[in-house]
């Protein structure tokens, strides 16, 4: 299919290009030392993922340990509630852990193991990315860094409990804010160190090239099953595909399923409390091109042009980036990118446990609440959405400050 101009048959094999470019979008803008890191990366993944034994271990993985392939629900109660189309939804909420999270963290770790590395290092911020990766080296038996700042270890006290029953070690970050900027800073700088024996497993479609690459690869089992299933149970494909973005690899490897195909897709950033800079987190409707985190992007910059301070109900959302092909997505305009605020959320995260019987992530309701809103736009039709996570690790907070709606 083409599609303004760019042939989506050989999308996959275009881009990212050799140099880790969609568009102008990513490249790798780190020291030179750590780009030679990244160079042996990237020349691994290319060797290894050709690789017949690679591949049947990693697809092994996702069958036994994962609990691959995640189903599909019809959300019949809600569908007839709203009256004229049909929504469904991929429940990687019943992925091993809890998230998709772990179909990168696993296939990073596997990919350390071929290299002969000992330790992966990880910043994490909520710690979602830290439980996926300690998960991750727990089954294949390496050590496990998790850098991560002493605010974040204080509110998040279940998910560091989790990483140190793991059998990871959690660095607490003091300086600065002590928060996830600072934690980035460190696991870099831990990384250049110790990078012979050690590989460094980025959370998202984020980062240096390979990263965007291979997570999306990583990712891209939810978008293959999702295909498959959906076709298989219904005789067609969806009209419209919704999944939530922070840095953007849930909705990366959902969206690699459908983009050669006419099928609708939404990418939803949070709209937190508002439109007003801090209030949310994005930055693909608000922001503007930028380099941070080592590469080029759309990002939300304070008056100085650094990183902004963002802000969302979902803690697994609140980047101040996305990914550099979801930004290249939406230029093409292959992709639409909307928001979806905190009481959208709010609504849609009850709704969905009180129609079905499924508690989402806060992250997967910004999705589910933008599949509801889109579905009473439309005359008939179905809508597949994306559930990133199980909402476990929420639902105090929701408790909290929300109360039950
Ligand atoms: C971390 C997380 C996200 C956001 O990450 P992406 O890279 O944008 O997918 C979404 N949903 C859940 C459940 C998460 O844990």
Do not use: W
């Amino acid at each position: 299919m083409e599609f303004n101009g760019i042939n989506f048959d050989t999308y996959f094999k275009n881009y990212p290009d050799k140099d880790g470019y969609f568009g102008k979008y990513g490249g790798c803008f780190i020291s030179d030392e750590l780009t030679k890191a990244m160079q042996e990366i990237t020349e691994a993944y290319f060797t290894i993922c050709k690789s017949r034994k690679f591949i049947d271990e990693l697809r092994r993985i996702r069958r036994e340990f994962q609990g691959r392939p995640t189903p599909i629900s019809h959300l019949e109660r809600l569908s007839n509630k709203l009256g004229n189309v049909q929504l469904y939804v991929k429940r990687e909420d019943l992925n091993h852990s809890g998230a998709h999270k772990l179909n990168h963290c696993m296939g990073e770790a596997l990919l350390a193991k071929y290299m002969g590395k000992k330790k992966v290092i990880a910043e994490t911020g909520a710690g979602q990315h830290g439980v996926a990766l300690a998960t991750a080296a727990a089954y294949f038996g390496l050590e496990c860094d998790i850098y991560m700042g002493s605010v974040d270890i204080k509110k998040q006290a279940p998910n560091v409990a989790r990483m140190k029953i793991l059998g990871a070690n959690v660095i607490e970050v003091t300086h600065g804010l002590a928060t996830l900027k600072e934690a980035v800073d460190d696991a870099f700088d831990a990384y250049a160190k110790e990078y012979k024996d050690a590989i460094y497993c980025i959370g998202s479609v984020l980062g240096p090239h390979p990263f965007p690459m291979m997570v999306r690869d990583f990712q891209s089992v939810v978008g293959i099953e999702a295909r498959e299933q959906f076709t298989e149970m219904t005789g067609e494909l969806p009209d419209a595909i919704v999944a939530c973005v922070g840095g953007g690899s849930n909705a990366a490897g959902f969206f690699s399923g459908f983009l050669n195909d006419p099928v609708e897709i939404y990418g939803i950033e949070p709209l937190g409390r508002g439109p007003k800079l801090g209030d949310h987190a994005a930055s693909l409707k608000y922001g503007t091109e930028g380099i941070m985190h080592g590469f080029n992007s759309i990002m939300l910059k304070d008056e100085n042009g650094d990183p902004a301070p963002v802000y969302s109900v979902a803690s697994g959302l609140d980047y101040p980036s996305s990914g550099p092909e979801h930004a290249f997505l939406r230029d093409l305009g292959r992709v639409k990118y909307d928001v979806i605020n905190d009481d959208e959320t709010i609504d849609a995260f009850f709704e969905l446990s009180r129609m079905e019987g499924i508690i989402p992530a806060i992250e997967s309701a910004h999705a589910v609440a933008y599949g509801i809103k889109l579905a009473k736009t439309m005359s008939h039709g179905s809508v597949l959405i994306n559930l990133s996570g199980r909402g476990d690790k929420d639902m105090d907070y929701v408790i909290e400050n929300y109360g039950i709606r």
